[in-house]
């Protein structure tokens, strides 16, 4: 059996430290931002780790395999919102949909 497939999307504070241990897990990994600077310092510190860790630069790309999905995009109701909707119309059925919180 294939291993699990984890979307993280947001590449920001927390998103790239989650990625590299899920793929020190053994799970496949992508990396999900829209802004290039931030997934060029997370492939860095990706490359840096030694880690097979995919980056994206959309959430289609990055969820259209997942297995598990979760969002490391800011606390602001709107950005979930967006996020939670694009991965509910573009990843598989079977996807499971996360969101840490600070509460």
């Known amino acids: 059996m294939p291993p699990l497939r984890v979307?993280?999307?947001?590449?920001?504070?927390?998103?790239p430290s989650f990625a590299l241990e899920c793929a020190r897990?053994?799970?496949?990994?992508?990396l999900e931002d829209v802004m290039p600077h931030k997934l060029?310092?997370?492939?860095?510190q990706i490359e840096q780790?030694?880690?097979?860790?995919?980056?994206?630069?959309?959430?289609?790309?990055?969820v259209r395999e997942a297995d598990i999905a979760i969002d490391f995009v800011?606390?602001?109701?709107?950005?979930?919102l967006e996020i939670f909707s694009l991965i509910d119309r573009m990843a598989p059925?079977?996807?499971?949909?996360?969101?840490?919180?600070?509460a």
């Open 49 to 62: 780790a030694g880690l097979d860790v995919e980056l994206a630069s959309t959430v289609e790309a990055a």
């Open 25 to 30: 897990a053994g799970f496949s990994t992508v």
């Open 93 to 102: 059925p079977k996807t499971v949909i996360c969101t840490p919180t600070d």
């Open 7 to 15: 979307a993280v999307i947001g590449a920001g504070r927390l998103g």
């Open 40 to 44: 060029r310092r997370a492939g860095e």
């Open 74 to 80: 800011p606390d602001e109701l709107e950005s979930k």
